[in-house]
């Protein structure tokens, strides 16, 4: 029922309010996050919340399994502007374990539209394949493939001809790779960490 939205909206407004009269106006008056959060759309993954930032403290891009597809328009728009305009100092990735994108790309089933996408997620697992194939316990290949994906997502972030055009000038952002468990709430660094065209090449 949509009315539980805004009901919950409400109480959120007034609950603000209460802690900081100014909270709104002084959003009103424009953005400047630090952080671009690249991550999963999965519910349970919402980045502002997971990290305890306010509204304003996050630019986000979410998509199945929190890919960075080097002709997803969307996906380049957003780090673009995130990049250009907003300058935030770090991008992070951040994959997550239980991730219903994962588990589909190691399944073969058909999943009818969804193919497009999840074949980019298998994609990854075939540039990885050796890596990945010798794990022979489940949960641990779906888990290592998280984070080989997250690995592989802040690469390709770092191939983006202006993403180095700022590194070239001595500029940001800085990318980073994370994972998060949805078991038991906690982020954990997957110490990924690109400042420098030298540094994604070395990956
Ligand atoms: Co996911």
Same mark, same amino acid.
Request: glycine share 0%.
């Given at each position: 029922m949509p009315q539980q939205l805004i009901d919950g909206n409400r109480e959120w407004v007034e609950r603000m309010n209460r802690e900081d009269p100014q909270f709104f106006s002084t959003l009103a008056s424009g953005q400047k996050p630090r952080y671009l959060w690249i991550g999963? $759309?999965? $519910?349970?993954?919402?980045a502002n919340m997971i990290a305890d930032k306010l509204p304003g403290a996050i630019f986000v891009h979410r998509n199945i399994a929190n890919l960075v597809v080097e002709t997803d328009l969307n996906l380049l728009s957003v780090v673009y502007y995130a990049v250009?305009?907003?300058?935030?100092e770090h991008i992070i990735v951040c994959g997550h374990y239980s991730c219903g994108g994962i588990k589909a790309a190691l399944d073969t089933k058909p999943l009818g539209f969804l193919d497009g996408w999840i074949g980019l997620i298998r994609n990854v697992y075939t540039k990885n394949r050796k890596a990945l194939d010798n794990i022979e316990d489940p949960v641990e290949r779906e888990r290592a493939f998280t984070e080989i994906n997250v690995k592989q997502q802040v690469k390709n972030l770092s191939r983006i001809q202006f993403v180095r055009d700022r590194w070239a000038n001595g500029e940001r952002p800085h990318i980073h790779g994370m994972v998060y468990d949805v078991a038991d709430g906690l982020l954990r660094d997957l110490?990924?960490?690109?400042? $420098?065209a030298a540094e994604a090449d070395a990956l």
């Open positions: 999963c $759309s999965d $519910s349970r993954v919402p250009h305009f907003l300058e935030v110490e990924v960490n690109v400042k $420098s």
